[in-house]
């Protein structure tokens, strides 16, 4: 099971900051969005947002990443430090 | 030196310190921000900051690195409170210590307003009308973004 992280607004809209996810099929980090809006619209809408970004690993990636169940994948609205 | 705490510090006492080690510079800057108490008609009760452990660090190291490279910094510290704030409470201290004032101000001015929009922090406001998380406002980007046109 891959480890999902939701952090600001997403940690509400998902109803929990962490949670462990089956992928299945979904290997990339598109298909896990898909993958998570099929079970939760909402959440899959907010994901969906283009200033959604997405951290595999700690590491800064895109839609097309790689993923695997092994893996610790954060969702991070637009922060606001200061 | 970056600092991401849990709990309250002590701004006097964080400054005395920086300039006791740093000051010999010749310059220093100092800016505290503090939680609001107002958020236009509503109150704000508390400010909750969330953060990505070990990542938001690496993102002030970045952004620190960032101002190293522009401006002759000898010294800088950066703190960042995360939890639940009430208003009045100090959230971030940026301290640059330089030979010269010029770019002791510029850099402080800088990393503030990255750590506006490029740090990994997330903060809600408990309000009098209800909760709302924080984005950067429109003003926010285009403070950054100042610093790529002069540089």
């Known amino acids: 099971m891959a480890r999902l992280l939701f952090f600001g607004k997403l940690g509400d809209i998902a109803g929990g ?11 990339t980090v598109s298909a896990l969005k898909a993958a998570i809006a099929k079970g939760d619209p909402v959440l899959g809408d907010a994901l969906a947002a283009a200033s959604v970004r997405c951290i595999v690993n700690e590491e800064m990636t895109h839609g097309d990443a790689a993923i695997t169940d092994d893996d610790e994948i ?9 | 030196m970056i600092r991401v705490l ?14 006791a080690r ?44 960032e101002a190293r490279e522009r401006w002759p910094i000898t010294d800088i510290d950066i703190i960042h409170r995360v939890g639940r704030l009430a208003p009045g409470e100090p959230i ?8 010269h004032r010029r770019e002791a101000f510029e850099a402080a001015d800088f990393l503030m307003d990255y750590l506006k929009t490029k740090a990994m922090f997330w903060k809600k406001e408990s309000r009098s009308d209800g909760e709302t998380w924080i984005e950067p406002r429109a003003e926010d980007y285009k403070d950054a973004a100042r610093w790529k046109e002069s540089k």
Do not use: K, Q, W, Y
């Open chain 1, 17 to 27: 900051r962490a949670r462990d996810f089956p992928l299945g099929a979904a290997n």
């Open chain 1, 74 to 82: 954060a969702f991070m609205p637009p922060v606001s430090g200061g």
């Open chain 2, 6 to 19: 849990e709990t309250p510090f002590d701004l006097n006492r964080e400054i005395a310190a920086f300039n």
């Open chain 2, 22 to 65: 740093a000051g010999a510079a010749g310059a220093v800057v100092t800016f505290s921000g503090a939680v609001r108490g107002a958020a236009g008609e509503a109150r704000v009760d508390a400010l909750e900051l969330e953060h990505f452990p070990g990542v938001t660090e690496r993102s002030i190291a970045a952004i620190e690195a």
């Open chain 2, 92 to 99: 971030v201290l940026v301290c640059v210590a330089a030979a």
